[in-house]
C-alpha cells in the first residue's frame, strides 16, 4: 500500500517509520530541513508525494493543515483517502471536508488523545467524518490504534480540545506549582504530595473536585486569594492560580446548577 505522509516533524517522522516498518511503501514531504526515517522515500514536491497514494497522512500544525492539501489537491486521486491528524477547530476540519470533497476524494478528520513519542502509529485516536470507519481498519491493520465514530467530521476535533482544556491546563498547573515549590525551597516535598493525589485519582475523586468547587467555592476562592499573595512574594507570576481564583468568584455570584455529571459506564 502506497501512503503519503505531510509533515516528518516529531511525530510525522514516528508514524511514516512505523508505517514502512509494518511494509507499506511511504512517501514523505517537508519543505524543512529535517531528517528522512528510515525506509522513507522523500519526495521534493507534495504533487509527486501524493501521486497513486491510496492514503495521506496530514500531520503538520493547524496554521499549514489547509495548505497541506492545498499544494497536492489537483494530484490527489478520487478514490484516495485524506486524513487530517492536525490538532485544530471543527470548523478547519469541515473546511477541509468540503476542499475533499469537491476533488471527489474522501476525508477522516482524526484526533491524537497521547504524545506520539512512546506510541508511534499506536497512539490512541479517535476518527470521524465519510473517511472515519475507513481510515480506522487502515492504520489498525499496520498496528495502529483508532477508534472510528458514527459522527461527522469536527466531532473527533471537538472531542480532543474539550480534552485538552483539562490536560493542557493542568499541565500549566502542575508547572506553576514546581515554579513556586522549587521558590519555597520545598518541591521535594510538594512533588511527593502530588503524585500521591495523581496516584489515587479515579471518578470518585473527580466528582469530589467538580462538586466541592461549588459547594466550598468561599472558602476556596480565600485560599487561592492567600495562593496568589504567596507565590506573588515568592517572585512567581501566578497566572493560573490567580485563574483559579477568578473561577471560583465566579461560582460565587453563579446562581446556576453545575450540569449533571454522567455515570461511570463506558460509553
Known amino acids: 500500500m502506497r501512503i503519503c505522509v505531510f509533515g516528518l516533524g516529531e511525530a510525522g517522522s514516528l508514524f511514516a517509520s512505523d508505517l514502512a516498518t509494518a511494509g507499506a511503501e511511504v512517501i514523505g514531504f517537508d519543505p524543512a530541513e529535517v531528517g528522512?526515517?528510515?525506509?522513507?522515500?522523500?519526495?521534493?514536491?507534495?504533487?509527486?508525494?501524493?501521486?497513486?497514494?491510496?492514503?495521506?497522512?496530514?500531520?503538520?500544525?493547524?496554521?499549514?493543515?489547509?495548505?497541506?492539501?492545498?499544494?497536492?489537491?489537483?494530484?490527489?486521486?478520487?478514490?484516495?483517502?485524506?486524513?487530517?491528524?492536525?490538532?485544530?477547530?471543527?470548523?478547519?476540519?469541515?473546511?477541509?471536508?468540503?476542499?475533499?470533497?469537491?476533488?471527489?476524494?474522501?476525508?477522516?478528520?482524526?484526533?491524537?488523545?497521547?504524545?506520539?513519542?512512546?506510541?508511534?502509529?499506536?497512539?490512541?485516536?479517535l476518527a470521524s467524518g465519510p473517511g472515519a470507519n475507513r481510515y480506522a481498519e487502515t492504520i489498525n491493520r499496520f498496528g495502529g490504534y483508532v477508534e472510528p465514530l458514527a459522527a461527522a467530521t469536527g466531532v473527533a476535533a471537538g472531542r480532543k480540545l474539550l480534552r485538552s482544556v483539562m490536560m493542557k491546563g493542568f499541565a500549566a498547573v502542575i508547572l506553576e506549582a514546581v515554579k513556586a515549590g522549587a521558590a519555597a525551597d520545598d518541591l521535594g516535598w510538594l512533588w511527593r504530595n502530588l503524585s500521591s493525589e495523581i496516584e489515587r485519582a479515579d471518578d470518585d475523586w473527580l466528582r469530589r473536585i467538580v462538586l466541592g468547587s461549588k459547594v466550598h467555592a468561599r472558602r476556596r476562592h480565600s485560599e487561592m486569594i492567600s495562593a496568589t499573595a504567596m507565590l506573588q512574594a515568592l517572585g512567581v507570576d501566578p497566572v493560573m492560580t490567580s485563574a483559579t481564583a477568578a473561577s471560583l468568584a465566579g461560582l460565587l455570584d453563579d446562581e446556576s446548577e453545575l450540569p449533571e455529571l454522567p455515570d461511570n459506564q463506558p460509553a
Open 36 to 125: 528522512t526515517p528510515q525506509g522513507v522515500k522523500r519526495a521534493v514536491h507534495p504533487a509527486l508525494a501524493v501521486r497513486n497514494a491510496e492514503l495521506i497522512l496530514s500531520l503538520t500544525g493547524e496554521a499549514d493543515s489547509k495548505l497541506a492539501m492545498l499544494q497536492a489537491i489537483e494530484a490527489i486521486d478520487t478514490d484516495a483517502l485524506y486524513a487530517d491528524l492536525a490538532t485544530s477547530s471543527p470548523t478547519v476540519k469541515l473546511d477541509l471536508e468540503a476542499m475533499a470533497e469537491r476533488k471527489g476524494f474522501a476525508f477522516a478528520d482524526v484526533a491524537l488523545l497521547a504524545m506520539v513519542p512512546g506510541h508511534g502509529l499506536a497512539t490512541p485516536s
